[in-house]
């Protein structure tokens, strides 16, 4: 049986990352499952409250426990940013692998008093769940942007950190360090680049003794993702990366074959267009080193 804790811990071990990537259809799922089994990588699967509106919350989890039990692989299902205790409940009911609770967007108390509560009813509905909580500012929506946010007052402190998990028993911990949701048009491009604040990385990870999770991975430096790594990130988040990867490939997929109508027939460009992505991502945040 595989449980996401004893993966996460031994990934940690081994000094490599889990990739998380968001999923919204059977295109994605499909894509990021093979790219992880060709790899023969543990992966994490997310899908956000609109995600699941979208796929349906029960239905997600039933797609995702039957490949782990089918194919007896370390897929596992999280409930990407979560911001009512009712969602959060619903997710947990449903199956799901892991939760985040997102009240990031409150005053530190009130994230806090609200964070504390939800890992209390999450573990009496399942002890194993794993919680994750976010402090800090890192933007919302993985979509393009046209101009970057200003992320330097909501970066993430180590105190706060500590103080943070000890007070919400949190299993893991989302921190701001120079990450956001989304990606500019130059991004995508491949003209500029994320840049994470490693110091920053290390210096959470000794304070706060959790596992961490980078959001907003999409279009980072691929020096920076092994820097952070190495300096104590286990969980990676992909998902703008996956979306422009999945419209290039339907594109290409309707521009080569203009009079198709038959889905399996179209649909084969998305999932290899989205798989190149999930298997270069995975490979740089499974190599050691
Ligand atoms: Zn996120």
Not at 13 to 19: D, E, P, R, S, T
Not at 95 to 115: K, Y
Not at 192 to 199: C, E, F, H, M, V
Request: net charge negative; proline share 4%; glycine share 8%.
């Amino acid at each position: 049986m595989h449980v996401l804790r004893d993966v996460l811990k031994q990934t940690q071990k081994n000094g490599v990352a889990i990739g998380h990537f968001n999923i919204a259809d059977l295109v994605l799922l499909k894509a990021v499952f093979a790219s992880a089994q060709e790899l023969k990588v543990p992966v994490l699967v997310g899908a956000s409250e609109g995600e699941r509106e979208f796929i349906g919350v029960r239905q997600i989890a039933a797609l995702v426990q039957s490949l782990r039990e089918d194919f007896d692989f370390p897929i596992f299902l999280n409930a990407d940013h979560t911001h009512s205790l009712e969602k959060a409940l619903e997710a947990a009911r449903s199956g799901f692998d892991a939760i985040v609770f997102d009240a990031s967007a409150l005053p530190f108390e009130q994230n806090v008093r609200q964070t504390k509560e939800a890992v209390e009813a999450l573990k009496s509905i399942n002890p194993a769940i794993l919680v994750e909580g976010e402090i800090g500012d890192i933007g919302t929506g993985s979509e393009i942007h046209e101009k970057a946010p200003d992320l330097a007052k909501g970066l993430t402190s180590p105190e706060q950190a500590k103080q943070y998990v000890e007070s919400t028993g949190i299993d893991i911990l989302a921190p701001a360090v120079g990450n956001m949701h989304g990606m500019l048009e130059s991004m995508v491009q491949g003209e500029t680049k994320k840049r994470l604040d490693i110091a920053r990385i290390a210096q959470i990870k000794c304070a706060a003794q959790v596992p961490l999770t980078l959001h907003g991975g999409s279009g980072t430096d691929d020096e920076d993702f092994r820097q952070a790594i190495a300096a104590g990130i286990n969980i990676v988040h992909i998902n703008t990366e996956l979306r422009v990867a999945w419209r290039r490939g339907l594109e290409e997929g309707l521009l080569k074959q203009p009079h198709e109508v038959v889905p399996y027939k179209i649909l084969p460009f998305a999932v290899s267009s989205v798989g190149e992505v999930a298997r270069s991502r995975l490979r740089l945040f499974n190599s050691d080193g």
